[in-house]
């Protein structure tokens, strides 16, 4: 049996941009391709596509992941080790989940004490499990963008990355300070924020207001970013969406 792009994309969840890019890249080329030129999907593909998602959730660039597929020989044995590294992600979560408990326990016993946010016992403590460069490896609806990321990162030092990360994790706790003070998604220091991270974009290519639109909504829709911004607050995610849709509503149209 084969499927055509528009249905592995609506049963996978990846655009047909997408899959068109992985074709391009070789990563997943299509089982064949019609006389209507329509790219059809059997089910070595779907398990193929199946690999690439689970390694992209992983934190796993392009790149890397077709290296990882042309090795292979087996299916069951690449499950086998997709599977474990599964379960050492998990283990990287419990230990995302333990930091973020922390640093709620420290910053509400901080504002108990009347002593404000610099009070954290261990700063470093902010960033244990999490791993650099995991929002930046969760573009897959963006593969230009991050394509343009994974060269800008080629470039950077091992210590350099680390620093761009935790000053990405810093800007996602301001945000969130900003919305626990309730302050709405239009209100200036919070476009502020959102002003720096359009900036940082337009340092690896020229964004659209369309474009920074989708990226806004994707921090609701995308998983792994959704996830990224709840560990660090309820609600951060659409926050975050919101105050995109209000920048690119007043400064980019």
């Known amino acids: 049996m084969a499927w055509p792009t528009a249905e592995v994309a609506r049963m996978s969840g990846v655009t047909a941009r997408t899959l068109r890019h992985y074709d391009e890249i070789g990563v997943l080329p299509p089982a064949w391709i019609g006389a209507n030129g329509h790219r059809y999907y059997e089910e070595r593909q779907l398990l193929r596509l199946q690999q690439i998602l689970v390694l992209r959730e992983l934190g796993v660039g392009l790149p890397e992941i077709g290296r990882i597929l042309a090795e292979q020989v087996d299916e069951l044995e690449a499950l086998h080790g997709h599977r474990g590294r599964l379960l050492a992600e998990r283990d990287r979560l419990d230990a995302l989940v333990r930091t973020v408990s922390r640093t709620i326990t420290e910053l509400e016993q901080s504002r108990k004490d009347g002593n404000p946010m610099t009070s954290i016992n261990r700063p470093e403590n902010l960033f244990e499990g999490v791993r650099p460069a995991v929002y930046e490896e969760s573009m897959r609806d963006f ?15 091992e210590a350099e990355v680390d620093a761009a990360h935790r000053q990405r994790t810093a800007q996602m706790i301001r945000l969130a300070e900003l919305m626990a003070a309730g302050l709405p998604a239009d209100a200036d220091q919070v476009q502020a924020e959102v002003d720096a991270q359009y900036r940082a974009l337009t340092e690896l290519r020229a964004v659209s207001a369309e474009e920074f639109r989708v990226l806004g909504r994707s921090c609701v829709d995308n998983e792994p970013w959704h996830a990224a911004y709840e560990a660090i ?14 920048y690119a509503m007043t400064r980019l149209s």
């Open 143 to 157: 593969p230009e963008l991050a394509e343009d990321n994974r060269r800008r990162l080629s470039t950077m030092s």
């Open 233 to 246: 607050a309820p609600g951060l995610a659409a926050y975050q969406r919101d105050a995109i849709e209000a």
